[in-house]
């Protein structure tokens, strides 16, 4: 059994109540494998395999993942698309990394289904076949994963944040990575233990990540490198995604990853 989420995005939380804390968040149309159940709160695996707790009520239920999406999906790679609710006409905010069944085409539009069981249409999107959980088409070229990270520039940093609305540093490289067709963990630590292969300072290129340990032993942060001087990173220092000199970190640094 598995849960669609129905509202742009939703929090994923610690603990089983709206005070604890926000550890991650799900996008519209993600798929929630149900766990276990607690009141008013259902623990979730997300398809990064992060586990959490989410809010229970108004999540649609599927008997599978293949259950609600079919076939063919409508990905969306801009920072913001809208969709157009059918029969209410009423607009609907599709963040970017998210992704909708593809129900038809109707001249230029794309008519797409929500977890609710209408029917929207969207003017943006890129169709593509559903035969796995991450149906972006990978994406080999590193200066268009790099023009990807720097679509977000200027996103809010928040905590636990995955989408455009906001981004922590882990949540910034996982939805870049993303929408170029590769599922990374969710937080920074577990990037470096899983995700990629490690190379040496001197093989860095543009689109690889950079990790470091800045208060503690364990990762805590990572960044994306855009040359051997330059990051572009999600951080609580500037309280938003920017691009700086790698000189202010480099005493941090623990290691190099590529994921091309």
């Not at 994923?12 to 008013?40: C, T, V």
Request: hydrophobic share 40%; glycine share 6%; with cysteine.
């Amino acid at each position: 059994m598995v849960l669609i989420v129905n509202n742009t995005v939703i929090n994923i939380f610690k603990e089983p109540s709206i005070n604890s804390e926000r550890i991650s968040q799900a996008k519209i149309g993600e798929p929630l494998k149900e766990l276990k159940f607690e009141g008013d709160f259902v623990y979730v695996r997300s398809l990064d395999k992060y586990e959490g707790w989410v809010i229970r009520k108004g999540l649609p239920h599927y008997d599978s993942i293949r259950d609600f999406f079919g076939e063919v999906v409508l990905t969306f790679k801009d920072p913001f698309s809208i969709v157009v609710s059918k029969p209410t006409f009423g607009p609907i905010i599709v963040p970017m990394g998210s992704f909708l069944p593809l129900v038809r085409r109707e001249r230029k539009q794309f008519v797409v289904k929500l977890p609710n069981g209408n029917e929207a249409v969207s003017l943006r999107g890129e169709p593509s076949n559903f035969h796995n959980e991450l149906p972006f088409k990978k994406v080999f070229r590193r200066e268009k994963v790099l023009a990807v990270a720097k679509s977000l520039l200027n996103v809010p940093y928040l905590w636990g944040g995955t989408t455009p609305f906001g981004l922590d540093c882990s949540g910034f490289v996982q939805l870049v990575y993303r929408v170029c067709g590769y599922n990374l963990k969710r937080d920074a630590h577990l990037q470096f233990k899983q995700d990629g292969e490690l190379v040496r300072p001197e093989e860095v290129k543009a689109g690889d990540l950079v990790f470091f340990s800045t208060e503690h032993e364990e990762i805590d942060h990572v960044a994306m490198i855009v040359s051997k001087e330059e990051i572009v990173h999600s951080t609580k220092k500037y309280n938003k995604v920017v691009e700086e000199g790698l000189e202010r970190l480099k005493k941090y640094i623990v290691g190099y990853k590529t994921i091309l």
